[in-house]
């Protein structure tokens, strides 16, 4: 039997519905089911009372619903606290397929964790209203820069398939020590992630590289440090972080590497990883043109 398809429910401050599937069980009521499925949340009671949870007809729930099973049923994330970033994100293109905005450093692209209101995400769509706007690849929440989204759900799977294919020309700027040469250079690292409380840290190991990365020093600053240009070709967790790493080039405010610094909530505003997403290029798989857009200008398509 096909599944009902889900109701066009609106954006709640930037953020969307999200499901939830009731099995059979032996909750009496739909808050006891939802207390006890998502646990996160204390004040499921509350939140029906005032609607936040619906049906798939949309229909909201009262406080002391009984628990049905074999439906799904809708609410709205938000955190009671959630820490403030500072800084803002840039619409710097939008057309009826896509929307490229320029990211600050700290703020993460979709919801998760402590975030749902501070996120890229939610913040675009709060200013757009465009509730299907979905990222089509993901930045570090350390890393400022360029993310890419798509407007029209039906379009969506051609231009993933772009970033999973590798054909997308992605630039990306960082600071670090300056290094003796040869410049510019390609990387080539084996990198795997670590089992354990070392999870966060990728490692270089032997084997077949799974990890390339061109690599141009194009400016000498003072105090010992370099401008570089980094063109990835492949797109590992923290892949830039861990080669600049591996060639004894930390970036400049990197909490990760060479040493995994202790967590901090909010963060240290005034040291952000020295990291940039500076252009995306591609050729549209949907409107066959070619595509170019900078950080800083974007050339036209």
Not at 160 to 181: S, T
Not at 204 to 212: D, F, L, R, S, T
Not at 277 to 300: I, Q, W, Y
Request: glycine share 6%.
């Amino acid at each position: 039997m096909a599944r009902p398809a889900k109701p066009r429910l609106p954006l709640r401050d930037g953020v969307t519905a999200s499901a939830v599937y009731c099995p059979p069980g032996p909750w009496a009521t739909t808050a006891d089911f939802l207390a006890e499925r998502l646990p996160r949340v204390a004040d499921w009671p509350e939140r029906l009372a005032r609607g936040e949870v619906v049906d798939e007809a949309g229909e909201p729930l009262p406080a002391g619903a009984a628990y049905r099973p074999h439906r799904r049923l809708f609410y709205w994330r938000w955190l009671a606290a959630e820490p403030e970033i500072p800084f803002r994100e840039r619409i710097v293109f939008q057309d009826e397929h896509l929307l490229i905005a320029d990211k600050p450093h700290f703020l993460p692209v979709t919801p998760g964790g402590l975030y749902v209101q501070q996120t890229l995400l939610t913040r675009l769509r709060r200013a757009t209203g465009l509730a299907e706007l979905s990222p089509l690849h993901r930045l570090d929440r350390e890393t400022a820069g360029l993310v890419a989204f798509s407007l029209r759900p039906a379009e969506r799977a051609a231009y993933q398939a772009l970033f999973r294919d590798r054909a997308v020309d992605k630039r990306y700027e960082c600071i670090a020590p300056a290094g003796p040469g040869p410049w510019p250079r390609l990387l080539r690292h084996r990198l795997v992630e670590p089992e354990g409380e070392d999870f966060m840290q990728m490692q270089v190991v032997a084997g077949e590289p799974n990890a390339e990365t061109w690599v141009d020093q194009v400016q000498v600053l003072p105090g010992g440090l370099a401008r570089y240009e980094l063109r990835p070709r492949t797109g590992l967790k923290h892949q830039l972080r861990a080669q600049m790493n591996a060639l004894g080039l930390p970036m400049v405010g990197d909490r990760i590497y060479p040493v995994l610094q202790p967590h901090e909530s909010p963060p240290r505003f005034d040291a952000p990883l020295q990291l940039w997403a500076r252009e995306l290029a591609f050729r549209d798989p949907v409107t066959g043109a070619e595509r170019h857009f900078s950080a800083v200008t974007m050339a036209p398509p």
